[in-house]
Protein backbone atom coordinates (compact mmCIF):
# COMPACT_ATOMS: atom_id res chain seq x y z
CA UNK A 1 0.00 0.00 0.00
CA UNK A 2 1.19 3.24 -1.13
CA UNK A 3 1.70 6.14 1.61
CA UNK A 4 -1.05 7.73 -0.27
CA UNK A 5 -3.56 5.04 0.13
CA UNK A 6 -5.97 3.92 3.10
CA UNK A 7 -9.08 5.61 4.05
CA UNK A 8 -9.07 8.92 2.19
CA UNK A 9 -8.13 12.19 4.52
CA UNK A 10 -11.33 14.87 4.43
CA UNK A 11 -9.67 18.06 3.52
CA UNK A 12 -10.78 21.50 3.56
CA UNK A 13 -9.81 24.51 1.97
CA UNK A 14 -9.88 28.35 3.59
CA UNK A 15 -8.92 30.80 0.94
CA UNK A 16 -10.20 30.95 -2.50
CA UNK A 17 -8.65 33.69 -3.73
CA UNK A 18 -5.77 33.23 -6.96
CA UNK A 19 -2.89 30.83 -5.94
CA UNK A 20 -5.80 28.68 -4.63
CA UNK A 21 -6.32 27.29 -7.87
CA UNK A 22 -3.42 25.61 -7.93
CA UNK A 23 -3.88 24.05 -4.39
CA UNK A 24 -7.05 23.00 -5.42
CA UNK A 25 -6.13 21.41 -8.78
CA UNK A 26 -3.29 19.17 -7.13
CA UNK A 27 -6.13 18.10 -4.07
CA UNK A 28 -8.38 16.94 -6.57
CA UNK A 29 -5.23 14.92 -7.96
CA UNK A 30 -4.44 13.06 -5.07
CA UNK A 31 -6.19 9.84 -4.69
CA UNK A 32 -6.20 9.60 -0.89
CA UNK A 33 -8.08 13.15 -0.48
CA UNK A 34 -11.18 13.97 -0.63
CA UNK A 35 -12.23 18.31 -0.37
CA UNK A 36 -15.45 18.48 1.61
CA UNK A 37 -14.98 22.19 2.07
CA UNK A 38 -14.29 25.85 0.81
CA UNK A 39 -14.20 28.43 3.02
CA UNK A 40 -13.66 32.02 1.73
CA UNK A 41 -15.17 35.80 3.49
CA UNK A 42 -16.07 36.28 -0.40
CA UNK A 43 -18.59 34.02 -0.73
CA UNK A 44 -18.81 34.32 -4.74
CA UNK A 45 -14.55 33.42 -4.52
CA UNK A 46 -16.16 30.73 -2.46
CA UNK A 47 -18.94 29.60 -4.65
CA UNK A 48 -16.95 29.83 -7.90
CA UNK A 49 -13.56 27.49 -6.40
CA UNK A 50 -16.97 24.65 -5.23
CA UNK A 51 -18.56 24.88 -8.49
CA UNK A 52 -15.04 24.65 -10.44
CA UNK A 53 -13.47 21.98 -8.62
CA UNK A 54 -16.85 20.10 -7.26
CA UNK A 55 -16.45 20.78 -3.25
CA UNK A 56 -20.17 20.35 -2.05
CA UNK A 57 -19.36 22.54 1.28
CA UNK A 58 -19.23 26.77 0.87
CA UNK A 59 -18.55 28.56 3.95
CA UNK A 60 -17.34 32.26 4.53
CA UNK A 61 -16.79 31.32 8.06
CA UNK A 62 -14.27 28.91 9.65
CA UNK A 63 -15.10 28.23 12.86
CA UNK A 64 -18.42 26.92 11.63
CA UNK A 65 -16.97 24.88 8.74
CA UNK A 66 -14.60 23.22 11.48
CA UNK A 67 -17.93 22.24 13.47
CA UNK A 68 -20.09 21.18 11.27
CA UNK A 69 -17.64 19.47 8.44
CA UNK A 70 -14.72 18.01 11.01
CA UNK A 71 -11.84 17.32 8.37
CA UNK A 72 -8.86 15.61 9.10
CA UNK A 73 -6.85 18.57 7.69
CA UNK A 74 -7.44 22.31 6.54
CA UNK A 75 -5.38 24.24 3.48
CA UNK A 76 -4.53 27.49 4.59
CA UNK A 77 -4.42 29.74 1.60
CA UNK A 78 -4.86 33.09 2.64
CA UNK A 79 -3.52 36.51 3.44
CA UNK A 80 -0.76 36.19 6.37
CA UNK A 81 -2.49 38.29 8.68
CA UNK A 82 -5.01 35.60 8.67
CA UNK A 83 -2.84 32.82 10.04
CA UNK A 84 -2.80 33.32 13.37
CA UNK A 85 -6.54 32.96 13.99
CA UNK A 86 -7.15 30.10 11.69
CA UNK A 87 -4.09 28.36 12.48
CA UNK A 88 -5.14 29.03 16.64
CA UNK A 89 -8.70 27.69 15.64
CA UNK A 90 -7.75 24.81 13.51
CA UNK A 91 -5.19 23.45 16.32
CA UNK A 92 -7.96 23.77 19.42
CA UNK A 93 -9.83 21.69 17.30
CA UNK A 94 -7.45 19.26 16.23
CA UNK A 95 -7.36 19.73 12.70
CA UNK A 96 -3.66 18.83 10.52
CA UNK A 97 -2.83 22.06 9.33
CA UNK A 98 -1.11 23.06 5.71
CA UNK A 99 -0.22 26.60 5.51
CA UNK A 100 1.19 28.79 3.07
CA UNK A 101 4.06 31.12 3.45
CA UNK A 102 4.59 34.31 4.54
CA UNK A 103 3.35 32.41 7.68
CA UNK A 104 2.86 35.51 9.57
CA UNK A 105 3.45 39.41 9.25
CA UNK A 106 6.01 39.25 12.33
CA UNK A 107 8.76 37.01 12.84
CA UNK A 108 7.28 37.39 16.53
CA UNK A 109 3.54 36.40 15.38
CA UNK A 110 5.46 33.54 13.14
CA UNK A 111 7.10 31.46 16.43
CA UNK A 112 3.97 31.88 18.22
CA UNK A 113 1.76 30.35 15.31
CA UNK A 114 4.38 27.41 15.34
CA UNK A 115 4.39 27.09 18.75
CA UNK A 116 0.72 26.80 18.86
CA UNK A 117 0.53 23.72 16.95
CA UNK A 118 3.08 22.08 18.66
CA UNK A 119 1.44 22.67 22.16
CA UNK A 120 -1.83 21.55 20.64
CA UNK A 121 -0.03 18.08 19.10
CA UNK A 122 -1.23 18.80 15.59
CA UNK A 123 0.85 18.08 12.49
CA UNK A 124 1.54 21.59 10.85
CA UNK A 125 3.09 21.89 7.64
CA UNK A 126 4.51 25.40 5.78
CA UNK A 127 3.31 25.15 2.23
CA UNK A 128 7.25 26.24 1.16
CA UNK A 129 6.74 24.69 -2.51
CA UNK A 130 10.31 25.72 -4.09
CA UNK A 131 12.16 23.10 -2.97
CA UNK A 132 9.87 20.65 -4.37
CA UNK A 133 10.11 22.35 -7.77
CA UNK A 134 11.63 19.50 -10.30
CA UNK A 135 14.48 20.85 -11.16
CA UNK A 136 15.34 21.28 -7.68
CA UNK A 137 15.23 17.36 -6.46
CA UNK A 138 16.85 17.02 -9.49
CA UNK A 139 19.83 18.88 -8.52
CA UNK A 140 19.60 17.65 -4.59
CA UNK A 141 19.71 14.22 -6.54
CA UNK A 142 22.73 15.03 -8.45
CA UNK A 143 25.07 16.95 -5.67
CA UNK A 144 24.08 14.02 -2.94
CA UNK A 145 25.71 11.54 -6.35
CA UNK A 146 29.09 13.05 -5.94
CA UNK A 147 28.95 13.53 -9.88
CA UNK A 148 30.14 17.15 -8.78
CA UNK A 149 31.90 16.87 -5.84
CA UNK A 150 31.48 16.81 -2.10
CA UNK A 151 31.97 20.13 -1.51
CA UNK A 152 29.73 23.14 -2.46
CA UNK A 153 31.97 26.14 -3.51
CA UNK A 154 29.56 28.58 -4.50
CA UNK A 155 25.46 28.73 -4.77
CA UNK A 156 24.64 31.52 -7.23
CA UNK A 157 20.54 32.25 -7.62
CA UNK A 158 19.63 34.73 -10.04
CA UNK A 159 16.33 35.96 -10.70
CA UNK A 160 14.38 38.31 -12.80
CA UNK A 161 10.65 38.72 -12.52
CA UNK A 162 10.19 41.89 -14.51
CA UNK A 163 6.46 42.19 -13.08
CA UNK A 164 7.55 44.84 -10.51
CA UNK A 165 7.76 48.13 -13.29
CA UNK A 166 4.48 50.65 -13.32
CA UNK A 167 1.97 52.09 -11.26
CA UNK A 168 0.36 48.44 -11.86
CA UNK A 169 2.84 46.27 -10.37
CA UNK A 170 1.51 43.39 -8.89
CA UNK A 171 -2.25 44.19 -8.76
CA UNK A 172 -3.64 41.61 -11.26
CA UNK A 173 -2.34 39.27 -9.02
CA UNK A 174 -1.64 39.99 -5.66
CA UNK A 175 -2.08 43.96 -4.98
CA UNK A 176 -1.53 43.59 -1.26
CA UNK A 177 2.38 43.56 -2.22
CA UNK A 178 2.20 47.18 -3.34
CA UNK A 179 1.69 48.11 0.76
CA UNK A 180 4.36 45.50 2.04
CA UNK A 181 6.99 47.23 4.29
CA UNK A 182 8.71 44.24 3.23
CA UNK A 183 9.02 43.04 0.41
CA UNK A 184 10.96 41.20 -2.18
CA UNK A 185 13.08 39.08 0.62
CA UNK A 186 9.70 38.62 2.97
CA UNK A 187 7.80 37.78 0.06
CA UNK A 188 9.85 36.12 -2.56
CA UNK A 189 13.66 35.64 -0.54
CA UNK A 190 12.53 33.09 1.44
CA UNK A 191 11.81 30.54 -1.25
CA UNK A 192 15.63 30.64 -2.07
CA UNK A 193 16.68 31.05 1.64
CA UNK A 194 14.78 28.04 1.96
CA UNK A 195 16.25 26.05 -1.20
CA UNK A 196 19.88 26.93 -0.60
CA UNK A 197 19.04 25.34 2.88
CA UNK A 198 17.90 22.28 1.13
CA UNK A 199 20.75 21.76 -1.10
CA UNK A 200 23.64 23.11 0.43
CA UNK A 201 22.59 22.83 4.81
CA UNK A 202 22.27 25.58 7.33
CA UNK A 203 23.24 29.20 6.82
CA UNK A 204 25.89 30.21 9.56
CA UNK A 205 26.17 34.17 8.55
CA UNK A 206 24.61 36.72 5.88
CA UNK A 207 25.19 40.00 4.13
CA UNK A 208 22.79 41.96 2.64
CA UNK A 209 22.01 45.01 0.37
CA UNK A 210 18.32 45.97 -0.55
CA UNK A 211 16.84 48.85 -2.30
CA UNK A 212 13.52 49.69 -3.95
CA UNK A 213 13.16 50.34 -7.68
CA UNK A 214 9.47 51.46 -7.82
CA UNK A 215 7.88 53.93 -6.25
CA UNK A 216 4.69 53.23 -6.34
CA UNK A 217 5.34 50.22 -3.95
CA UNK A 218 6.03 50.06 0.13
CA UNK A 219 9.23 47.61 0.38
CA UNK A 220 11.97 46.55 -1.76
CA UNK A 221 12.57 45.20 -4.83
CA UNK A 222 15.55 44.01 -5.04
CA UNK A 223 18.43 42.54 -3.24
CA UNK A 224 21.91 41.45 -2.99
CA UNK A 225 22.93 38.64 -0.18
CA UNK A 226 25.24 36.49 0.58
CA UNK A 227 25.11 33.22 2.65
CA UNK A 228 27.97 31.21 4.57
CA UNK A 229 26.66 27.59 4.62
CA UNK A 230 27.77 25.68 7.84
CA UNK A 231 29.69 22.98 6.07
CA UNK A 232 30.89 23.81 2.75
CA UNK A 233 30.78 26.86 0.71
CA UNK A 234 28.77 30.33 0.20
CA UNK A 235 25.41 31.32 -1.71
CA UNK A 236 24.61 34.40 -3.64
CA UNK A 237 21.08 35.66 -4.13
CA UNK A 238 20.89 38.33 -6.92
CA UNK A 239 16.64 39.20 -7.12
CA UNK A 240 14.92 42.06 -8.80
CA UNK A 241 11.29 42.40 -9.71
CA UNK A 242 11.41 45.55 -11.78
CA UNK A 243 13.79 44.56 -14.76
CA UNK A 244 12.99 42.11 -16.76
CA UNK A 245 14.83 38.27 -17.73
CA UNK A 246 15.02 36.88 -21.86
CA UNK A 247 12.77 33.98 -20.24
CA UNK A 248 9.83 32.32 -22.20
CA UNK A 249 7.98 32.48 -18.82
CA UNK A 250 10.08 33.87 -16.04
CA UNK A 251 6.95 31.87 -13.36
CA UNK A 252 8.55 28.71 -14.50
CA UNK A 253 11.86 28.19 -12.70
CA UNK A 254 12.06 31.71 -11.61
CA UNK A 255 15.74 32.41 -12.49
CA UNK A 256 18.53 29.92 -12.85
CA UNK A 257 21.22 28.57 -10.92
CA UNK A 258 24.75 27.63 -10.78
CA UNK A 259 26.12 25.39 -8.76
CA UNK A 260 29.50 25.18 -7.98
CA UNK A 261 31.41 22.41 -6.60
CA UNK A 262 35.34 21.00 -6.00
CA UNK A 263 34.54 18.26 -8.82
CA UNK A 264 32.78 20.39 -11.24
CA UNK A 265 29.77 22.56 -12.25
CA UNK A 266 25.58 21.84 -12.16
CA UNK A 267 23.55 24.59 -14.12
CA UNK A 268 20.11 25.23 -14.24
CA UNK A 269 18.50 27.27 -16.81
CA UNK A 270 15.34 29.60 -17.08
CA UNK A 271 13.62 27.27 -19.42
CA UNK A 272 14.57 24.21 -16.83
CA UNK A 273 17.56 22.71 -18.47
CA UNK A 274 20.03 21.20 -16.54
CA UNK A 275 23.61 20.76 -17.53
CA UNK A 276 26.30 18.89 -15.76
CA UNK A 277 30.31 19.97 -16.39
CA UNK A 278 32.79 17.83 -14.69
CA UNK A 279 35.98 19.45 -13.83
CA UNK A 280 38.13 19.00 -17.38
CA UNK A 281 35.34 17.99 -19.24
CA UNK A 282 32.61 19.66 -21.43
CA UNK A 283 29.09 21.43 -20.64
CA UNK A 284 26.49 17.90 -20.96
CA UNK A 285 22.75 17.64 -20.71
CA UNK A 286 20.95 16.10 -17.47
CA UNK A 287 18.22 14.27 -19.09
CA UNK A 288 15.29 14.35 -16.86
CA UNK A 289 11.13 15.47 -17.75
CA UNK A 290 10.25 18.56 -15.47
CA UNK A 291 6.37 19.27 -15.18
CA UNK A 292 4.52 21.80 -17.28
CA UNK A 293 1.26 21.33 -15.62
CA UNK A 294 0.37 24.03 -12.31
CA UNK A 295 2.58 26.12 -10.71
CA UNK A 296 6.28 25.95 -11.26
CA UNK A 297 6.77 22.10 -12.26
CA UNK A 298 3.61 21.38 -10.46
CA UNK A 299 5.72 22.04 -7.30
CA UNK A 300 2.17 22.58 -5.43
CA UNK A 301 1.07 19.10 -6.16
CA UNK A 302 4.95 17.71 -4.86
CA UNK A 303 4.29 19.93 -1.56
CA UNK A 304 0.91 18.59 -0.52
CA UNK A 305 1.93 14.96 -1.84
CA UNK A 306 4.54 15.68 0.54
CA UNK A 307 2.04 16.48 2.97
CA UNK A 308 -0.28 13.39 2.75
CA UNK A 309 2.81 10.97 3.09
CA UNK A 310 3.91 12.74 5.85
CA UNK A 311 0.28 12.22 7.84
CA UNK A 312 0.04 8.99 6.64
CA UNK A 313 3.64 7.83 7.75
CA UNK A 314 3.88 10.28 10.67
CA UNK A 315 7.20 11.20 9.18
CA UNK A 316 8.57 14.32 9.49
CA UNK A 317 7.33 17.33 7.15
CA UNK A 318 10.74 18.47 5.49
CA UNK A 319 9.15 22.23 5.64
CA UNK A 320 7.62 21.76 9.33
CA UNK A 321 7.53 24.80 11.80
CA UNK A 322 10.83 24.13 12.98
CA UNK A 323 12.43 24.17 10.10
CA UNK A 324 10.72 27.67 8.61
CA UNK A 325 11.71 29.40 11.66
CA UNK A 326 15.39 28.42 10.63
CA UNK A 327 14.43 30.14 7.18
CA UNK A 328 12.81 33.41 8.86
CA UNK A 329 15.73 33.92 11.74
CA UNK A 330 18.05 34.04 7.99
CA UNK A 331 15.65 36.38 6.77
CA UNK A 332 15.83 38.61 9.67
CA UNK A 333 19.55 38.23 9.30
CA UNK A 334 19.41 39.86 6.03
CA UNK A 335 17.47 42.61 6.96
CA UNK A 336 19.50 43.42 9.74
CA UNK A 337 22.55 43.34 7.70
CA UNK A 338 21.30 45.65 5.17
CA UNK A 339 20.46 47.95 8.13
CA UNK A 340 24.51 47.87 8.92
CA UNK A 341 25.71 46.57 5.97
CA UNK A 342 27.66 44.14 8.09
CA UNK A 343 27.45 40.68 8.43
CA UNK A 344 24.80 39.02 10.83
CA UNK A 345 24.30 35.79 12.29
CA UNK A 346 20.74 34.10 12.01
CA UNK A 347 19.65 33.95 15.77
CA UNK A 348 16.63 31.71 16.40
Not at 14 to 42: E, M
Not at 100 to 128: S, W
Not at 153 to 180: C, E, K, S, V
Not at 241 to 269: H, K, M, Q
Amino acid sequence: MSQIDGPKLRGAVVGAGYFSQFHFDSWKRIPGVDLVAVCDSNPAAAERAAKTYGVEGIYTDHAAMLEQVRPDFVDIVTRPDTHFTLVDDCARAGVAIICQKPLAPTVAEARQIVDIADRAGVRFMVHENFRFQPWYREIKSLLDSGVVGQNVHTITHRNRMGDGWGDDAYLARQPYFQTMKQFLIFEAGIHTIDTFRYLAGEIDRVWCMHRKLNPVIAGEDTAIGIFQFRHSGVGVYDANRFNESTAENPRYTFGDLLVECDGGTIRLYDDARITVQELGQPETPHAYQPSRHGFAGDCVHQTQLHFVRGLRSGDAFETDGASYLRSIAVQEAMYRSAETMMWESPSP
